[in-house]
């Protein structure tokens, strides 16, 4: 099973802590990219009233071309400057939708430049620092139940351990752990295991 977080108190309370934080900014910056979708997309009511008012013109005039064009002898004519207006009309309503997809297609980029570049970041940063700790966490407590798995520790501690923790066992902890001291073996394993906020009541 993948240990996801730690046993020691101080290093679990960080993780917590850490995790929290990590979904309040990806949230953080999702409600922004939402919120400034809402705000640009309100720049397209003029394109959505424009479009409205020339679709509407536009079904007026052509209204108008039928009942003109139904004039005898002089119909074609009367109706012409009534097609010719509903056309124009006709490109406003065009305009105003070309001005909200405008608009929309700006919403949407700035949008997503908003949420996705900072999380992206921050996962970048996060995931793989959290990973990591996960695979060499769980790699450990397989470790720690295996029978002999205190001298694995051990030797890891030796080659990975900061030098300042190692400076703080006693001098003979390397000697007693060269000569198979099961006491030294278990003070390098517990100080390998504390180094990951791991337990090390049940190192065997």
Same mark, same amino acid.
């Not at 030796?158 to 000569?179: T, Y």
């Given at each position: ?37 809402? +705000? ?41 400057? +009534? ?45 793989? +620092?959290? +990973? ?25 501690? #030796? ?31 517990? #100080? ?10 049940? #190192?065997?």
């Amino acid at each position: 099973m993948v240990k996801v977080y730690a046993e020691r108190p101080w290093r679990l309370t960080r993780q917590i802590i850490a995790d929290i934080a990590m979904a309040g900014w990806c949230l953080l910056w999702i409600w922004a990219g939402v919120t400034l979708y809402g +705000f640009v997309s309100r720049l397209a009511a003029p394109g959505a009233k424009l479009e409205s008012s020339g679709a509407k013109l536009a079904g007026d005039l052509a209204t108008a071309q039928d009942k003109a064009g139904s004039v005898p002898l002089v119909g074609d004519a009367l109706a012409s400057p +009534f097609g010719a207006a509903a056309e124009a009309a006709q490109g406003i309503a065009e305009a105003g939708r070309s001005q909200q997809e405008t608009v929309g297609d700006l919403a949407t980029v700035l949008a997503w430049s908003t949420a996705v570049m900072p999380l992206l970041l921050a996962l970048a940063l996060w995931v793989p +620092f959290r +990973f990591q700790w996960m695979r060499a966490a769980t790699a450990a407590v397989k470790v720690r139940k295996r029978p002999g798995g205190a001298e694995l520790l051990a030797l890891r501690a #030796l080659a990975k351990a900061p030098l300042r923790r190692l400076a703080d066992l006693d001098d003979d902890v390397v000697s007693g752990w060269r000569n198979g001291d099961q006491s030294c073996v278990d003070a390098l394993a517990r #100080l390998e295991l504390r180094s990951l906020g791991l337990s090390a009541k049940r #190192l065997r």
